[in-house]
């Protein structure tokens, strides 16, 4: 089971439980192998000349509302609240906080919220056109998904490491598959047990049924997944994406020849990487086999 797996997480400290569920600290041990996963991935990508950005847990709330994802996944996204209240509406408030009643309904939605994917802040720093070729990115980002659970695998806090692509339709789909063979070929290279499948994004409601059915049959997700603990289903552990023109629409983005840009992306989930990893070779990364520490440490 999955929580047996968290216990044994939780017991060795490379975890530490909060009160809710699917949100943790992460030991020194842990952040070790997460860096070494960064720095792997990075050097995997050294040939594309992407430019380099990091982005926080927040972003704009316009992002969130012109990315599409609160239309396809209103229950995954958050919004960050503030009190914008005066000194009567802050005196309500403490007293609903001795009472133990909702205060939350005192805040206002701020003009932030949270990141759903780290890609999600870069695009509205490429609107217009882009040069011939179109432009590479490697972004990193933390990231919040409102799906809380016992399964140390399905954080609702985590981080992605990512290259994308924007510009032209064939070299979208280039990029997508180039990366797709790379981050399988990188994390079997590791020691772990992947397979590539094609996937889907868990849409929202019945009409996100038939999204995810033409997402599947155009075949414009693929993941690499791998059994993170022996009795667990397979898990994705990368995904690599073929968006069409949908980010190009959402933020006026323009191919070197005025047409609207397409993009691709390939995502590592570095926390999920670094489950599988310690699920297949021990909660000691100092004792895992040198083939692997070699690569993570060179």
Same mark, same amino acid.
């Given at each position: ?12 400290? @490379? ?44 972003? /704009? ?11 396809? &996944? /209103?229950? @995954? ?12 509406? +802050?005196?309500? @408030? ?6 133990? #009643? ?18 999600? /802040? ?7 056109? %882009? =040069? ?13 998904? $409102? ?13 992605? $490491?990512? &290259?994308?692509? @924007? ?7 280039? $990029?997508?598959?180039?990366?797709? #063979?790379?981050?399988?070929?990188? !994390? ?15 849409? &929202? ?27 667990? $289903? =397979? ?11 949908? &980010? ?5 983005? #323009? ?6 840009? +397409? ?13 599988? %990893?310690?699920?297949?070779?021990? !909660?000691? =990364?100092?004792?895992?086999? %040198? ?8």
């Amino acid at each position: 089971m999955t929580t047996d797996f968290r216990a044994e997480l939780l017991a060795s400290g @490379l975890l530490v439980e909060s009160s809710v569920d699917g949100l943790y600290g992460r030991s020194g041990t842990f952040e070790k192998v997460v860096r070494g996963i960064d720095d792997l991935v990075t050097s995997a990508g050294a040939d594309q000349h992407a430019a380099v950005l990091h982005f926080p847990a927040v972003m /704009p709330r316009l992002v969130l509302e012109r990315s599409g994802y609160l239309r396809s &996944f /209103p229950d @995954l996204p958050g919004s960050v609240s503030v009190f914008e209240g005066d000194d009567d509406l +802050h005196v309500g @408030l403490l007293e609903r906080l001795e009472r133990g #009643e909702n205060w939350t309904e005192l805040l206002t939605a701020s003009d932030v919220a949270l990141c759903s994917a780290a890609c999600h /802040p870069l695009y509205p720093q490429c609107s217009g056109r %882009l =040069p011939a070729g179109g432009r590479r990115f490697e972004v990193f980002g933390h990231c919040f998904r $409102h799906e809380p659970s016992l399964d140390p695998a399905r954080m609702q806090a985590f981080r992605m $490491h990512e &290259f994308v692509y @924007l510009g032209e339709p064939d070299a979208a789909v280039a $990029h997508r598959d180039l990366w797709l #063979e790379r981050s399988a070929d990188l !994390l079997s290279g590791l020691g772990l047990a992947v397979e590539t499948v094609v996937a889907n994004d868990p849409f &929202f409601g019945r009409p996100g049924r038939m999204l995810a059915s033409n997402q599947r049959a155009e075949m414009l997700k693929y993941e690499v997944v791998c059994t993170i603990h022996h009795d667990a $289903h =397979p898990t994705a552990i990368s995904s690599s994406n073929y968006h069409l023109d949908h &980010f190009g629409i959402g933020f006026g983005i #323009e191919s070197a020849n005025g047409d609207v840009a +397409h993009s691709a992306c390939v995502g590592f989930g570095v926390e999920r990487i670094t489950l599988a %990893l310690l699920g297949a070779h021990g !909660l000691d =990364p100092d004792a895992w086999p %040198l083939a692997v520490r070699s690569r993570l440490w060179p």
